[in-house]
């Protein structure tokens, strides 16, 4: 592992979290507040900065705006990021911006049209949770991965916090990773991720692959980001899975 000097990080967000993420190393939850090491809990911990824009203003200025035929959603994105983007060393804050971006994201209110009756309020509230602690995660411009949590590999951390089996935790990882399989919800998810500097790229085509995801800077080398992925994703899936209390799951 590689990791940088820093010390630890506490939030406290508006939602309680799950305690049984406390099973992962360097991650204590009490309620609403967490406190993360980054010592234990990163596998790579190469940076502690981060790009965010103010989620007030990405609601009020990027939402609701549509794209045209001049200018993609993609665009719209990226400008925004450029005119309001800032760089920030506050891990809390990224976290605290995150919540924000998948309570809007994983939304109740999603549970009627998204087709799949199996998934309920409890699965989005997973869904939140895990979504925000990987916020931490980050990607260079030249595609080298600086920092990896476990959330990277998103049903391996899900079957370790909340005992789900293979399928389920595949299920949350596609719907996550899926933008809930309509181009709607992708508009969306482009928009609102803009808060975290960036978009949601991902190493795998599918749940078997289990090669997680992060929000990357647009421009960033996908070809370096897939070869780094390539290089560590094994053996950091078999420490998260280590961590299961019932193995059998």
Same mark, same amino acid.
């Given at each position: 592992?590689?990791?940088? %000097?820093?010390?630890?990080?506490? =939030?406290? $967000?508006?939602?309680?979290? *799950?305690? /049984?993420?406390?099973?992962?190393?360097?991650?204590?939850?009490?309620?609403?507040?967490?406190?993360? *090491?980054?010592?234990?809990?990163?596998?790579?911990?190469?940076?502690?900065?981060?790009?965010?824009?103010?989620?007030?203003?990405? #609601?009020? &200025?990027?939402?609701?705006?549509?794209?045209?035929?001049?200018?993609?959603?993609? &665009?719209?994105?990226?400008?925004?990021? #450029?005119?309001?983007?800032?760089?920030?060393?506050?891990?809390? !804050? +990224?976290?605290?911006?995150?919540?924000? +971006?998948?309570?809007?994201?994983?939304? *109740? %209110?999603?549970?009627?049209?998204?087709?799949?009756? &199996?998934?309920?309020?409890?699965?989005?509230?997973?869904?939140?949770?895990?979504?925000?602690?990987?916020?931490?995660?980050?990607? %260079?411009?030249?595609?080298?991965?600086?920092?990896?949590?476990?959330?990277?590999?998103?049903?391996?951390?899900?079957? =370790?916090?909340?005992?789900?089996?293979?399928?389920?935790?595949?299920? $949350? *990882?596609? +719907?996550?990773?899926?933008?809930?399989?309509?181009?709607? /919800? !992708?508009?969306?998810?482009? #928009?609102?991720?803009?808060?975290?500097?960036?978009?949601?790229?991902?190493?795998? &085509?599918?749940?078997?692959?289990?090669?997680?995801?992060? =929000?990357?800077?647009?421009?960033?080398?996908?070809?370096?980001?897939?070869?780094? $992925?390539?290089?560590? #994703?094994?053996?950091?899936? %078999?420490?998260?899975?280590?961590?299961?209390?019932?193995?059998?799951?």
């Amino acid at each position: 592992m590689t990791t940088i %000097e820093t010390t630890a990080i506490p =939030v406290e $967000l508006p939602e309680a979290f *799950d305690p /049984r993420w406390s099973r992962l190393p360097g991650i204590q939850v009490d309620g609403r507040r967490i406190m993360i *090491d980054p010592a234990e809990y990163f596998f790579r911990f190469e940076s502690n900065t981060w790009l965010v824009a103010d989620w007030e203003l990405v #609601k009020a &200025q990027l939402l609701d705006v549509d794209e045209t035929t001049e200018s993609a959603v993609e &665009q719209l994105a990226l400008g925004f990021i #450029k005119h309001h983007g800032e760089s920030t060393s506050d891990a809390a !804050r +990224v976290l605290a911006t995150a919540y924000e +971006v998948y309570a809007y994201l994983f939304r *109740d %209110e999603h549970l009627a049209s998204l087709g799949l009756p &199996q998934i309920t309020a409890t699965h989005l509230r997973m869904l939140r949770e895990a979504a925000t602690l990987m916020a931490l995660n980050k990607v %260079e411009l030249d595609g080298h991965i600086s920092n990896v949590g476990p959330c990277w590999f998103f049903p391996a951390a899900t079957s =370790v916090v909340f005992d789900l089996d293979d399928e389920t935790g595949g299920m $949350l *990882d596609e +719907v996550y990773h899926g933008g809930w399989f309509n181009e709607h /919800r !992708r508009i969306e998810s482009i #928009k609102a991720h803009a808060a975290l500097g960036g978009r949601l790229v991902h190493g795998c &085509q599918s749940v078997p692959d289990q090669s997680g995801g992060v =929000v990357a800077p647009y421009g960033a080398s996908m070809a370096n980001f897939r070869d780094d $992925l390539a290089a560590f #994703k094994a053996g950091w899936i %078999e420490q998260v899975y280590a961590h299961r209390v019932n193995p059998a799951a």
